[in-house]
């Protein structure tokens, strides 16, 4: 299992920025492929981004596409998600989990943060 903790979530207006981070203590996380996913009120989780364990491959759901940025330093053991030009959508309780199978669904991993909540205000 692969420990995880986000943190960096809180309340921001539309059009800003906020950048989510979520840290690791366990060694395999510098081989892991790592994703970002989110569950709004009321819905279901869904995809948001993920990035290969070297970071040379990169994937985003279309709403995150062009606004948010997934990277990673391995040496840290840290995820990131910058997020710009936030949209009240993006509100929710935001996760990363470790080698997500299949990437987008997830429906095993090899360990999920407790979420960072992200409100976003109109």
Request: hydrophobic letters at 30%.
């Amino acid at each position: 299992q692969v420990q995880l903790e986000e943190s960096g979530g809180g309340l921001v207006q539309t059009g800003g920025s906020l950048t989510l981070s979520c840290a690791s203590s366990t060694r395999s996380f510098g081989s892991a492929s790592m994703a970002w996913f989110r569950q709004a009120p009321n819905k279901e989780r869904e995809f948001v981004a993920a990035i290969s364990w070297n970071g040379d491959s990169r994937w985003y759901d279309d709403s995150a596409k062009d606004r948010f940025t997934v990277s990673r330093d391995n040496t840290k053991k840290i995820l990131y998600l910058q997020m710009n030009k936030v949209k009240p959508e993006d509100t929710g309780i935001y996760f990363c989990a470790a080698n997500p199978r299949p990437l987008r669904v997830a429906t095993t991993t090899d360990g999920w943060g407790q979420g960072t909540q992200v409100t976003v205000s109109s």
